[in-house]
């Protein structure tokens, strides 16, 4: 869902505005209006964060909570399906088969497996998860990553506090707090050879010395404005422009996104494919300082894991393996290097998916039950939290909401849940509501 758009201001800008404006255009930076935006909102109260930053991995489309982490092998066939439970680290818990690295590791994870929502159409429900609101149609709320970017406005540092890799999901977006707390999106493919951010780079050719030729351009010009008095649009616009320049300019801001810097050995751990690869981008983001990376697992093809036909093949040789080898390996890689402890990680989609198998050897849509993983950031290990029925219809025991999520997950971070934002009608907007989270998780 599109974020509202930023009020209109018709008395026009000033003269030393329209050379600011398009101060960008000459030093040819292809930053977008996010930085700007940042330097216009009002700085937020920064908390104690008890974790410094969050990665979210995104099931994009939904993935089938019975053939991955909540597997019914005594239901029926049309139920159970085709793959079979398998051992995990925990004594008495068994995942799908599919997920081989994560059974290993399920000891230093929660697995949340009564997460309930009436939500079932992935706009909505997708909405629902990353905000802990249902969607409404007055307002357009904000999803996690940019609320953490507006709550650490005041301690941001040279790289954005919040990017999406390779790209945002649906409901990703800053909702009612405006642009200024979008996603950075890194875009492309993590995987490829020679990939780079095409955001924080210039156009090739656009070469260092010419950048810094159009900077000094710039400054030039605006000695012109200096008799006008400076405004909070000019000012920001200034700030603005010094952060493109430095995020292009700067060694450690290329170098938390050069892959290249990874040893071979390490890069073949995470898995050689974009969902892989988007997993090792997010730990050196997190390593390099970035509040919030949302990793945005659209699978091999283009409906992800929103598998309404050939749902067990398509989880079998195109999704699970670079899913449970991507996660395990991120999990494990973040302990080893102190990590975890600092860090949240959440891995989640819109719904979970039918008992019951479809005509097309698929499952729909199913908001009722769904499985979702959460590890790092004092998170017990080895907790299996919550139980649906015989067939993963429904929770049975401690069904967990949205809205209890994200309590959970503003109070890890630092940030209380009952803050309220102001919504641009000017009305008080609590960040959560309606929520009782596990004791288990806080």
Known sequence: MASKSRPIDCSGPSRRAILK????????????????????????????????????????????????FDPKPDAQADVRGEFKPIDTAVPGVQVSEVLPNLAKILDRVTLIRSMTSPEADHDRASHHMLTGYRPSPAQVYPSYGSVVSKWREASRGLLPPYVAVPDPP????????????????????????????????????????????????????????????????TRSRDQFADQAYALMTSNAAQAAFRLT???????????????????????RLVEAGVSFVTVNDRGAGPLGWDT???????????????????????????????????????????????PKINANAGRDHHGRANS????????????????TDAKGDSPVEKPVTPADLAHVLYTKLGINPDHKYQAPDGRPIRLVEGATPPRELI
């Open 21 to 68: 404006a398009g101060s960008l255009g000459f030093l040819g930076l292809g930053l977008g209006d996010g930085l700007w935006l940042r330097a216009l909102a009002a700085p937020g109260t920064a908390g104690a964060a008890k974790a410094k930053n969050c990665i979210l991995v995104w099931l994009a489309g939904g993935a089938s909570h019975i053939d991955t």
């Open 170 to 233: 649906s409901s990703s977006m800053s909702g009612y707090l405006t642009p200024a707390y979008d996603p950075f999106a890194v875009s492309g493919d993590p995987n490829q050879e020679g990939f780079r951010v095409s955001n924080l780079a210039p156009p090739d050719q656009l070469t260092l010395e010419r950048l810094l030729r159009r900077r000094a351009m710039v400054k030039s010009l605006d000695e012109f404005a200096h008799d006008v008095p400076p405004t909070p649009l």
């Open 261 to 283: 810097d990874e040893s071979p050995e390490v890069r073949e751990k995470y898995g050689r494919n974009t969902f892989g690869q988007s997993c090792l981008l997010a730990r």
């Open 308 to 354: 309404h036909a050939q749902n067990f093949p398509t989880i079998k040789n195109n999704l699970a393996p670079a899913l449970d080898q991507g996660i395990a390996a991120l999990i494990v890689d973040l302990g080893e290097r102190g990590l975890l402890d600092d860090t949240l990680v959440v891995m989640m989609g819109e719904f979970g998916r039918t």
């Open 372 to 387: 979702v993983l959460v590890a790092g950031a004092g998170i017990p290990k080895g907790l299996v939290l919550g139980k």
